[in-house]
């Protein structure tokens, strides 16, 4: 016993001493090796007050918006969620690859079963090639309008950003408020057909801010000193909205969005849909201003339907300076500029904005563009109807029918078990079929006079993709009640934003003018209002992917469908099996 006790000592020093040798030689395996960050999320019930108006909502550890994960790139995250309120909960962390985790993913009946009152369940997951800012959220009905935070996604130890090192880093993190209960409020909207009611409020890090009534002191502040940098990292977790956002008097540099670094750009305005996270670096004037700026979004909306009209506003504080010049003014006297945002339905200001974005694509951050496509589809998406329950007056375009919404006219309806499950035991009957239309069944006049029949098909509908297929993709935004922008959300993947224009897509002229150089690579892609956008993707990552409208209540409706990728040949190409806690349906 005591020679093999002797021997296997003998076995660690050595590999000790090698260990020691390949990371003196080596030091950049050092940094490859992440660490394990461990958070608890506890999933309760906490009274919160906004707009004068006290409310119970479901939140993380009581804090709202809930608590930020920070980590580097390389690093596994292990998050124990415990579910203590009454409803269902998952949590999606949105944007994350999840490179053989598709069972951390977290959309309900997609990856897993709810976590039900009382369960709990861990999500695992390694974050590869990506750093910057991503966020995690419900994703189960309306659950995210106040479970959302940020993911921070730092650089690997002593690898550099690829722009000037900010003096402090910053989340701003939009949001929608509603005095009501959100459930309540789409439960209703789906039971009469109808519009769901709208948003009381926006705010940024759950502050509504001076413009809005009773919410001076919830303001969100942003203090800075003369002639810093400071990193802002802008999400938008709103449910329904995307956003215009600007600080007045001041130019904002773009440098990452969806956790991809670009071709830095200077701007006024940024647009940012549901879902897209925005780096921005923010320089302070050299000198104190004698002044207090407001930084402000309010809504890009395309639709015909109603929606929150209203402004968030925080405030940027100059820190004065420590001996005050006889002309500066106390801070209670300092002039305040207000930004100039663009038109509530300035399509052409977010064409522009969306074209500016490049990746940055040099040695150290390529692009990685799919030069050859194996597969092409044509997607279009949109709204239409179903009709209303036989006996029951509804609230949709007309009083028998209730809204919907589509993929290729395929309004997908959410299985009562896990696709991801069905998938891998090979046992899809009756959860889901794999006959998803890789093009329109009946082509028309996209963005021209809509068809009289709006009525869609009802299913759930997937495409399979063997493993490692190159994919092109037109997303066809259609007139069919109404022109309107559909930021669309791809789970498990980036892709490549390779074109876009108005009106119908021209498979002969449009393809031409690809960007396979340069396009920049994202998570949620605003397909334009009355128009089209292509991407392309790898289907490197085995398991079932969703994909769908980041604007909630289109989700609600049926805009969204699922991708399978099959397993590849290798082990690092395979789905693991399922973890022992994955909660039961």
Known sequence: MGSSLLSSTAIFRVMFIVL?????????????AGITRHYK?????????????????????????????????????????????????????????????????????????????????????????????????????????TLYGPIIILPKKNVPYPFPKPHKEVP??????????????????????????VSDAYTINGLPGPLYNCSAQDTFRLKVKPGKTYLLRMINAALNDELFFSIANHTLTVVDVDAIYVKPFKTDTILITPGQTTNLLLKAKPHFPNATFLMAARPYATGRGTF????????????????????????????VFKPTLPPLNDTSFAANFTRKLRSLGNSQFPANVPQKVDKRFFFTVGLGTNPCPRNQSCQGPSNSTMFAASVNNVSFILPTTAMLQAHFFQQSKGVYTTDFPTTPIFPFNYTGTPPNNTMVSNGTKAVVLPFNTSVELVLQDTSILGIESHPLHLHGFNFF???????????????????????????????PSGGWVAIRFRADNPGVWFMHCHLEVHTSWGLKMAWIVMDGKQPNQKLPPPPSDLPKC
């Open 20 to 32: 020691l040798n390949i990371l003196w030689l080596f030091p950049e395996f050092a940094r490859s």
């Open 41 to 145: 999320f506890n999933v309760k019930l906490q009274n919160v007050t906004r707009l004068c108006h006290t409310k119970s909502i479901v939140s993380v550890n009581g804090q709202f918006p809930g608590p930020p994960i920070i980590a580097r790139e390389g690093d596994r995250v292990v998050v124990k969620v415990v579910n203590h309120v009454q409803n269902n909960v998952t949590i999606h962390w949105h944007g994350i690859r999840q490179l053989q985790s598709g069972w951390a993913d977290g959309p309900a009946y997609v990856t897993q079963c709810p976590i039900q009152t009382g369960q709990s369940y861990v999500y695992n997951f390694t974050i590869t090639g990506q750093r910057g800012t991503l966020f995690w959220h419900a994703h189960i009905s309306w659950l995210r309008s």
């Open 172 to 197: 701003i993190i939009f949001g929608e408020w509603w005095n009501a209960d959100p459930e309540a409020v789409i439960t209703q909207a789906l039971q009469n057909g109808g519009g769901p009611n």
């Open 308 to 335: 929150d009209n209203s402004t968030v506003a925080g405030l940027l504080h100059y820190e004065p300076p420590s001996k005050p010049s006889p002309s500066a003014s106390s801070s209670k006297n300092l002039t």
């Open 497 to 527: 934003v390779v074109g876009q224009g108005f009106a119908n897509f021209d498979s002969n002229k449009d393809p031409p003018k690809f960007n396979l150089v340069d396009p920049v690579e994202r998570n949620t892609v605003g397909v």
